[in-house]
């Protein structure tokens, strides 16, 4: 039986009269302890918790951390059972993650698309009308393609950021008074770059204050910049708020959930840019660098 | 005569496990208490203080006792000395926990000003740095002790920035500025408690090695 054990993913020790009789390889790593060194010593000095010590004295489960790991015990008479639960529960927590993503992806589209299948319902020129079902149809395709998961493409025509404004304005409501300095075309999928200007101005509208600028221009490495600026005032750490569930100061009291910059930041990976925040003159910016190959 | 000095070491060893683990237990319910708003789980962790007090006493009089008995010399002295010193700085560590507690129970009292990220960062290092000093002086591992000293330049970094992001919410808004201060001292007290830790991570490196860890 030891035999197994000694080459076991399970933890086992073995105790009796409060000292430690046998613990295997797996019990010792996830102990963090030298089995040489607790062997025949008190149960305390290879469980180094009073609460673990009690929990081998009257069975039962328990889980602990230590050394950064999650780890969940059984305690029989006599012995202890460990599992190591760690990568369990960085699973069940990128799971949790995911679905917030999800969540945060599609609350405002499905707010947007409620508004604009109700102008449907109103006075609408047949112009006005086909205008919006153009949008709807090519949200409804955006949202589809969010769901699959799918990297996004490179664009076959290189095509004006200013063309992605009606579709921001008809799905964000204060996203009309935007002031646009954004020149240049772009070769990277529109529909991902539109998730990232949806989720960067639905922030400075949110949490900064006007005018809100959606600006592009030319960085070093023969890269563009893209980003959205607004006239908050400094923020203490910019890096910071691109970790997930991490809110800014002005966002006390105001509904979100610290994940938009994350997913910015991972959509600009996605193409091979990178994201950023800094401080421009009186303005807070947030964006995404383009590389060379994404614009022109 | 070596055997009787052995289990007298040994039986120090297991009553600073004791400390440790008291006090880990003493930081990890404050820090609950803050996280969840629960100033029950604060008042717990304030009680178990005197627990850890009773046992600072108990280590110092059996360390007493032993050099007493046995007039211990080299390594062995140094043991004793170094268990000596290290207690002191583990009860002003648990008094630290305390005083989170107590900030934690009157923070209760109100809506938090923000999700709190960055001191359960801080709590959960110092949780690594306080079962790292436990493994250095139960396996005389100056290795561990060295990792200590490492943790504890983590939570200066996290106390820098939490304390720019609060002098932050504080030149916002001055009505934010009575939580942030508490907020501050929350912190004061984690980093506090780190560097706690750190004087005992030292004292074990010169323990195990004779020299003074070099930073």
Known sequence: ?296 | MRQALEQEIGKVIELFLRMASKTKEMLEEATEGLVRGDPQRAQAAIAKDREVDALEAAIENEVIAAIARHQPVAGDLRFFVTVLKAVTDLERAADYAAHVAEDAAVLAQEPPLKRYVLLPQMARRLGEMLDLVAKSVAEKDAGAAMKVLELDDDVDDLYEQLTRELITYMLEDPRTIGKALTLLRVARSYERFGDHLENIAERVVYWVTGQTPHR
């Open chain 1, 1 to 296: 039986m030891r035999a197994a054990w000694e080459s076991a993913e399970e933890g086992i020790l073995l105790h009796s009269e409060g000292r430690v009789r046998y613990l295997n390889p797996a019990a010792a790593r996830m102990l963090g302890v030298d089995r040489r060194a607790v062997i025949g010593a008190p149960l305390l000095f290879a469980l180094r918790d009073e609460r673990l010590e009690r929990l081998a004295g009257s069975g039962g489960r328990g889980r602990f951390e230590r050394g950064g790991r999650v780890i969940e015990v059984r305690a029989l008479p006599g012995r202890l059972h460990l599992h190591d639960r760690t990568a369990l529960e960085r699973a069940e927590r990128a799971l949790a993650e995911g679905r917030a993503v999800l969540f945060h992806e599609l609350r405002t589209p499905v707010a947007g698309l409620v508004a604009l299948f109700e102008a449907l319902g109103g006075d609408l020129t047949p112009e006005e009308a086909a205008e919006v079902r153009g949008l709807i149809q090519a949200e409804l395709a955006r949202l589809a393609r969010l769901v699959e998961g799918r990297r996004p493409e490179r664009a076959a025509n290189p095509w004006p950021i200013e063309a992605l404004r009606p579709r921001l304005e008809r799905l964000l409501p204060g996203a009309a008074g935007l002031v646009w300095q954004a020149p240049h075309r772009l070769r990277l999928e529109a529909d991902a770059v539109f998730q990232i200007l949806l989720n960067l101005v639905e922030n400075a509208l949110k949490y900064g204050r006007p005018p809100v600028r959606v600006v592009s221009q030319e960085a070093g490495g023969g890269r563009l910049r893209l980003e959205v600026q607004d006239g908050g005032p400094p923020l203490p750490d910019y890096p910071a708020l691109f970790r997930p569930g991490r809110r800014g100061v002005h966002a006390a009291g105001v509904r979100g959930s610290g994940l938009g910059l994350a997913i910015v930041r991972r959509i600009a990976r996605g193409f091979g840019g990178e994201a950023y925040g800094r401080r421009v003159g009186e303005a807070n910016a947030f964006g995404v660098y383009i590389p060379p190959e994404g614009w022109e």
